[in-house]
């Protein structure tokens, strides 16, 4: 289409009706189609976000029923062996005789370290389910604690407990992991304790400050050969064929350790000792955080 103004021709672009509504028509489509998609996406979401929520919600209730089974058969187990351990007093200041004695020791340890099993066990399943409780810990009350509850372990009376403790601020962590770190270290200093050196020992040297927590825990045991210093924290691993332990004790520990937000470092010399450094932090000034946050909302 054309226009001539005076001397100057102007040329206009044809246009069409019928092409401007087909082409409108065609954008209608096209945008009809992509939300009809967009709405069938969202709709899938909205189905495997329920589906999802439903799995979460049965997984959390079999978590539950799992946790209640494991307390439960824990309880069930322990009556009856602290019922034998019993038993095993009575027949031990009743029988004086000699050859009696070592069956009765073995008895004894077995039922020792089956408790120990379960214990681990509860263990481990509170560790990995449950969120962080903090609250203070006081490390004099924690260590007597775990110390009275392995007094009655072979040897236990013999062994020297050197304990030093620098505190000049509160400290603040979830106490039983606290509980289930100290358990395991004590315990395996007791059962790896060399009793052929004239004072066996087990040393504790803890420093709090504002940041964290340091311990350094070491003994004179039997130690561990330096071809397994790397393995110690696997599960199910035992340093060596006449281990008296589950092999879940010190994989629990890193695990408990691991969850506090800490770190260790184990070295040990066969036949010398066994050390380790751990680091945990202090949760002090999170707990303290959140108490002004709860303070400014009640106001």
Excluded at 79 to 84: D, G, I
């Amino acid at each position: 289409m054309s226009k001539v103004v005076g001397s100057k021709k102007y040329v206009y672009p044809s246009f069409s009706i019928e092409s401007a509504a087909e082409e409108i028509n065609t954008l209608t489509t096209s945008f009809t189609l992509l939300i009809q998609e967009t709405e069938a996406q969202m709709n899938e979401v909205k189905s495997k976000s329920r589906q999802l929520k439903g799995r979460n919600l049965e997984l959390k209730k079999l978590n539950r029923e799992l946790d209640s089974f494991i307390y439960s058969t824990a309880h069930d187990l322990r009556s009856p062996l602290t019922s034998l351990l019993g038993l095993l007093n009575i027949m031990k200041y009743e029988n004086q005789q000699d050859s009696i004695k070592p069956h009765l020791e073995m008895m004894e340890n077995s039922i020792y370290r089956m408790e120990d099993f379960i214990e681990q066990i509860v263990g481990y399943s509170k560790n990995k389910r449950l969120a962080l409780q903090p609250s203070q810990i006081e490390f004099n009350s924690l260590l007597s604690e775990v110390f009275d509850s392995h007094q009655f372990l072979p040897g236990a009376s013999h062994i020297k407990h050197i304990i030093d403790i620098k505190q000049e601020t509160p400290f603040y962590s979830d106490r039983g992991r606290m509980l289930i770190l100290f358990n395991n270290l004590i315990s395996n200093a007791i059962r790896y304790a060399d009793f052929l050196k004239p004072n066996p020992f087990i040393r504790i040297e803890i420093c709090v400050d504002d940041s964290e927590v340091t311990i350094s825990f070491s003994d004179n045991g039997i130690g561990i050969g330096s071809e397994h210093i790397d393995k110690v924290f696997q599960m199910f691993y035992r340093a060596n064929a006449t281990s008296k332990g589950s092999g879940l004790g010190l994989f629990i520990f890193k695990e408990t350790i691991t969850k506090l937000g800490g770190q260790v470092a184990v070295s040990s010399t066969l036949s010398e000792g066994t050390h380790f450094d751990i680091q945990i932090p202090n949760l002090l000034a999170s707990v303290n955080k959140q108490k002004e946050i709860t303070e400014s909302v009640q106001t």
